[in-house]
């Protein structure tokens, strides 16, 4: 069939159906929301933190100390659980690794289109004290009398809470703040004429003063904290979330089942010699110690994961979590050979959202000299806490949970390895700590904001109109 050969029945149905506008606006959306998952996983962010977006924002903008910035913002909420990495203070300077991490990151999520999107989940309620400091701070008196001499304003929202959304949209790097100024006052009203001339004004009467930039710095903290997210923000996220995980499992069935049966890979399978019995797998020690229908999986892993470690873990950190006789019967029983699957699925399941291993610095400056610039530059935090617990695992199965994270073990790394293990200790606590807040905790997070999401697709659609 040629290109111009068409189902005439599918053409009326893509023109006259109704739905297919929302289809679109939805599709945009998620493709958005998937943008930013990646993003927050690149600056080690839990995407579902309350906290998240307006990290993310400050990280972004356009000033040069946005490390300085968000690391500010954060200290001033006592239950904040997202711990920046360090590795990202560097973005702050003008040096070669600085402007590479920015570029990193830019290129994940840097569009006008992107921005516009994401600010659409993004509500302002200032208090009593904000509306005081943005009526009496020199740069939103400034920023109030150019929008007024351009002949900028609306009646959708009241004129401070609208200041502060022009702050906030004009300030993501890569992007023009006319441009972005522009696409606020359709959102708020798009029966406005002239608007980009008017924007384009007033671009010009505010930026043609000088700006201290110490005072842009903390009149961007004071905004952020003034940010609150819609709802349904969440129950997308956790949706994209989902989506990826099943498009991992269905490739990584789809390469297993693509490949050709040979020979050569039957008997190299029959004298594997990392393959053991069931009797010394992890399903077998789970069926042993008899857990309850209430204990997850990865609470079961995590048990085993506990006892294959060559220093024992305190009991407060866990011992809430299982019962008095599954923890008696772990303590009477060994495993005589490790099960190395289930040591990955724990180790790869680590992050450090919310408590911090203290040897993980000292970890990342003598041991990872091994690996190329290349694969330096790619590890997340989180990545670099893994191979932290992988280099502390039994001898026979370190290797294995090392090059499940990154596919490189020489001498330098096992050098590294065996040096650091003389001076260190794993910090099992704060791994079990981090897994338990990560996998459990979390888990019951989403079952309290589902009261809050509405039922149907449609709310979502709405914020892009």
């Known amino acids: 069939m040629s290109v111009f050969e068409a189902d005439v029945e599918s053409l009326k149905q893509l023109v006259f159906d109704d739905r297919v506008p929302s289809k679109i606006s939805e599709f945009m959306h998620e493709n958005v929301v998937k943008k930013y998952c990646s993003l927050c996983s690149y600056f080690n962010i839990d995407q579902l933190d309350r906290l998240a977006l307006p990290s993310v924002l400050l990280l972004m903008c356009k000033s040069r100390d946005s490390w300085d910035l968000c690391s500010e913002f954060l200290k001033h909420y006592t239950d904040n659980t997202i711990q920046l990495d360090s590795k990202f203070e560097l973005s702050s300077s003008d040096d070669k690794d600085g402007r590479l991490q920015h570029k990193q990151s830019e290129e994940i999520f840097s569009s006008i289109s992107d921005w516009t999107t994401l600010f659409n989940y993004m509500e302002v309620a200032p208090g009593e004290e904000d509306l005081e400091f943005i009526q009496e701070n020199a740069i939103m008196i400034r920023l109030r009398d150019s929008l007024r001499e351009a002949g900028i304003a609306q009646e959708a929202i009241p004129e401070p809470h609208f200041m502060v959304m022009c702050v906030l949209y004009m300030s993501p790097r890569t992007t023009p703040a006319a441009k972005m100024l522009e696409r606020l006052c359709w959102r708020m009203d798009r029966s406005k004429a002239d608007v980009e001339l008017k924007c384009m004004r007033f671009v010009t009467q505010f930026f043609d003063a000088p700006m201290d930039e110490r005072a842009q710095n903390r009149l961007y903290i004071r905004l952020c904290r003034c940010i609150t997210v819609k709802p349904v923000f969440f129950d997308l996220i956790r949706k994209c979330l989902k989506e990826a995980l099943a498009v991992e499992l269905q490739s990584a069935l789809d390469v297993k089942g693509t490949n050709r049966v040979q020979l050569r890979h039957i008997a190299a399978n029959i004298h594997n010699t990392h393959e053991i019995p069931y009797t010394q ?38 011992a809430h979590l299982y019962t008095r006789d599954i923890l008696h019967r772990v303590r009477s029983s060994s495993v005589e050979r490790i099960d190395v699957k289930a040591v990955i699925e724990i180790i790869k399941s680590l992050r450090v959202y919310h408590n911090g291993i203290a040897d993980l610095l000292d970890f990342r400056t003598d041991c990872l000299h091994g690996l190329s610039i290349s694969h330096r530059k790619q590890l997340t935090l989180s990545n670099v806490a893994q191979l932290y617990v992988s280099i502390f695992q039994h001898d026979s199965i370190w290797e294995q949970c090392w090059k499940s994270i990154v596919p490189v073990v020489n001498h330098t790394i096992i050098t590294a390895r065996d040096r650091f293990k003389q001076t260190h200790v794993l910090d099992t606590a704060a791994v079990v700590r981090n897994v338990i807040d990560c996998h459990v905790n979390m888990e019951r997070a989403p079952v309290e904001r589902e009261a809050r999401m509405p039922e149907s697709t449609s709310e979502r659609i709405d914020l892009g109109s």
Do not use: H, M
């Not at 609470?299 to 407060?316: K, M, N």
């Open 281 to 318: 797998t992890f399903d077998n020690w789970r069926v042993q110690q008899k857990f309850g229908n209430t204990t997850s999986t990865q609470l079961q892993r995590l048990l085993y994961f506990i006892q294959v470690q060559g220093r024992a873990t305190p009991e407060d950190a866990y």
